[in-house]
């Protein structure tokens, strides 16, 4: 028991240096600030996962998966519970970290359904996931734009 509370506190004191731990949640991003347009995030391909920085009056960050095409970037979220996805609905201003390098998002909520489609096609290609469609309210796509 002495062992996992020691673990645990370790944890979370790592938790608040800069983003997420693995599965423990962090805060502020930190990294360099990239202000150029992003037109090819293709970058992103040969990375599994990016972190994910919400709620910037209280910065909470996570881990993500994220997908890409040309100039446009892609994260999905399996529940609408999770709090940065309640974070994205209160407040869709976020910083994504790729690498040490952080860049200024609008997290945009894909309604369209052919949009909807390639997103769940990218994501089979590079993680070889197909989530299904027909579970609990199905996923949330968020379209990473530019602010």
Known sequence: MR????????ALALSGC???????PGGRLDGTLVA??????????AVQKIQLETA?????????????????LWITAG???????KNLI??????????????????VRVTD????KLVVS????????????GGFLGPMQFRLDPR
Request: proline share 7%.
């Open 3 to 10: 062992t996992l509370l020691l673990a645990a506190a370790a």
């Open 90 to 107: 209160a407040d869709p201003r976020v910083r994504v970290r790729v690498g040490d390098q952080i860049y200024e998002r609008l997290a």
């Open 122 to 133: 990218l994501y089979d290609k590079k993680y070889h996931y197909d989530r299904d469609q």
């Open 18 to 24: 800069g983003g997420p731990l693995s599965w423990i």
């Open 56 to 72: 910037p009056d209280d910065p909470y960050s996570v881990n993500v998966w994220c997908v890409a095409q040309a100039d446009h």
């Open 36 to 45: 150029a347009p992003v037109t090819d995030w293709s970058f992103t391909d």
């Open 79 to 85: 529940s609408h519970t999770n709090t940065w996805v």
């Open 113 to 116: 359904p052919l949009e909807a």
